[in-house]
């Protein structure tokens, strides 16, 4: 491939790949089960970026190996409801034709694992989106480093990745344990958690035990590992007697550091604003599952919002679950698929404040989107829909 043997558009990706193995001291190339590639809303990626997929694609680059595309700018359904321009939406739907060309499915979802593609324990993965890449890690126990956009897609042409970092045995274990000593009620207090282990740890692997929650699910997983991501750059953790390699093995290095958490207060803190009207409630980040949609649809329930009202999932699990979403939307509130709160032009809408029970989103709006932000349980952003207010 490096020599150009399969052509240009493979012999790019190999270049990219060799490169990346060169700087990390990789010592040889892994196979990879599948590739989920970040760079797929026009708003981040801009005519440049749209210029370099395409050509790329001209060059005759196509995947070898399942690979799955980031949320894009739009819902690719409903983007003229949602107030999007045309013009930005054609822009969106040139760039993942761009993608599809080279054979890349346009799933637009942060959660493929919910339902395109559920990696095995040990699967080598090339993903890009750091909330997925940490719930394979974590969640699953695959082996992904947090890629870039333009080394996903490589690894997809290529069908193989560096082995550096999290592919490697002796990088997955954890030198930080993580005492949880207060009990955790909603998906938001595990993203107020997130946070403050995220801006702890940076991107190292903290190991959790949870003293007071005798249950852990998949929805507060994926919503902890999320916000680590972003107010860190954790792409793996593991939690004592639940996560696939800590039930397995010791995955805590002797001699770790110990940190004790009593409240989660500091990161409700820290992600909120002091703002008390609310035009905008997103929820959903990474996209909401179907537990998630139907626990909203429960809340909302003969009430009307007041605020535009977003709740993002992936199109698979809005498809799937239509008759909740039928519920969610007679309140007036958008079940919206494709896209999300952060990478959609939400600029060009002219909202001032989102709620939103995400500490992802929360963490990324004023720096991403230019919103203030209100943080808080499911419950609260719910009303603050219904009223146009945060209580
Ligand atoms: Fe997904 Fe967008 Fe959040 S990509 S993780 S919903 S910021």
């Given at each position: 491939?490096?020599?150009?043997k399969?052509?240009?558009?493979?012999?790019?990706?190999?270049?990219?790949?060799?490169?990346?193995?060169?700087?990390?001291?990789?010592?040889?190339?892994?196979?990879?089960?599948?590739?989920?590639?970040s760079?797929?809303s026009?708003?981040n990626?801009?005519?440049?970026?749209?210029?370099?997929?395409k050509?790329?694609?001209?060059?005759?680059?196509?995947?070898?190996?399942?690979?799955?595309?980031?949320?894009?700018?739009?819902?690719?359904?409903?983007?003229?409801?949602?107030?999007?321009?045309k013009?930005?939406?054609?822009?969106?739907?040139?760039?993942?034709?761009?993608?599809?060309?080279?054979?890349?499915?346009?799933?637009?979802?942060?959660?493929?694992?919910l339902?395109?593609n559920?990696?095995?324990?040990?699967?080598?993965?090339?993903?890009?989106?750091?909330?997925?890449?940490?719930?394979?890690?974590?969640?699953?126990?695959?082996?992904?480093?947090?890629?870039?956009?333009?080394?996903?897609?490589?690894?997809?042409?290529?069908?193989?990745?560096?082995s550096?970092?999290?592919h490697?045995?002796?990088?997955?274990?954890?030198?930080?344990?993580?005492?949880?000593?207060?009990?955790?009620?909603?998906?938001?207090?595990?993203?107020?958690?997130?946070?403050?282990?995220?801006?702890?740890?940076?991107n190292?692997?903290?190991?959790?035990?949870?003293?007071?929650?005798?249950?852990i699910?998949?929805?507060?997983?994926?919503?902890?590992?999320?916000?680590?991501?972003?107010?860190?750059?954790?792409?793996?953790?593991?939690?004592?007697?639940y996560?696939?390699e800590?039930?397995?093995?010791?995955?805590?290095?002797k001699?770790?550091?110990?940190i004790?958490?009593?409240?989660?207060?500091?990161?409700?803190?820290?992600?909120?604003?002091?703002?008390?009207?609310?035009?905008?409630?997103?929820?959903?980040?990474?996209h909401?599952s179907?537990?998630?949609?139907?626990?909203?649809?429960?809340?909302?329930?003969?009430?009307?919002?007041k605020?535009?009202?977003w709740?993002?999932?992936?199109?698979?699990?809005?498809?799937?679950?239509?008759?909740?979403?039928?519920?969610?939307?007679k309140?007036?509130?958008?079940?919206?698929?494709?896209?999300?709160?952060?990478?959609?032009?939400?600029?060009?809408?002219?909202?001032?404040?989102?709620?939103?029970?995400?500490?992802?989103?929360?963490?990324?709006?004023?720096?991403?989107?230019?919103?203030s932000?209100?943080?808080?349980?499911?419950?609260?952003?719910?009303?603050?829909a219904v009223t146009?207010?945060?209580?």
């Amino acid at each position: 491939m490096l020599d150009g043997k399969d052509g240009a558009g493979a012999q790019k990706a190999m270049e990219i790949l060799v490169a990346l193995g060169d700087i990390y001291g990789a010592e040889k190339m892994v196979p990879i089960k599948s590739a989920q590639v970040s760079g797929v809303s026009y708003k981040n990626m801009g005519e440049a970026g749209l210029a370099f997929l395409k050509d790329w694609a001209e060059s005759g680059a196509r995947v070898r190996v399942p690979a799955m595309l980031n949320p894009a700018g739009i819902d690719i359904e409903t983007w003229s409801l949602l107030g999007i321009s045309k013009g930005f939406a054609e822009k969106q739907i040139e760039l993942i034709e761009a993608y599809k060309s080279m054979g890349i499915a346009s799933t637009c979802t942060c959660t493929p694992y919910l339902t395109e593609n559920v990696p095995d324990f040990g699967d080598h993965l090339a993903w890009s989106e750091s909330s997925a890449v940490s719930y394979a890690n974590s969640a699953l126990g695959a082996r992904t480093n947090r890629e870039g956009g333009p080394s996903a897609l490589a690894a997809a042409i290529a069908g193989v990745t560096p082995s550096y970092g999290l592919h490697l045995d002796e990088n997955r274990k954890a030198r930080s344990v993580v005492d949880v000593d207060c009990e955790l009620l909603d998906l938001a207090d595990y993203g107020a958690l997130g946070y403050i282990i995220g801006k702890k740890v940076g991107n190292g692997i903290p190991y959790f035990h949870f003293r007071k929650n005798k249950k852990i699910d998949a929805d507060a997983i994926k919503t902890l590992g999320a916000t680590m991501a972003a107010a860190g750059s954790v792409a793996l953790f593991h939690v004592h007697d639940y996560t696939p390699e800590a039930v397995r093995r010791n995955m805590l290095e002797k001699g770790s550091e110990r940190i004790t958490v009593k409240d989660v207060s500091e990161g409700y803190e820290a992600m909120n604003s002091k703002a008390v009207d609310i035009d905008f409630v997103a929820i959903g980040c990474p996209h909401a599952s179907l537990q998630e949609l139907e626990e909203i649809a429960t809340m909302l329930k003969r009430k009307k919002v007041k605020a535009e009202t977003w709740i993002t999932t992936a199109r698979k699990i809005k498809k799937a679950a239509a008759r909740t979403v039928k519920e969610i939307e007679k309140s007036g509130a958008h079940v919206v698929a494709d896209t999300c709160m952060i990478v959609a032009p939400i600029e060009e809408l002219g909202f001032k404040t989102m709620a939103t029970n995400a500490g992802k989103a929360a963490c990324y709006a004023p720096s991403h989107c230019g919103l203030s932000v209100r943080f808080g349980p499911l419950e609260k952003c719910i009303e603050a829909a219904v009223t146009g207010k945060w209580n």
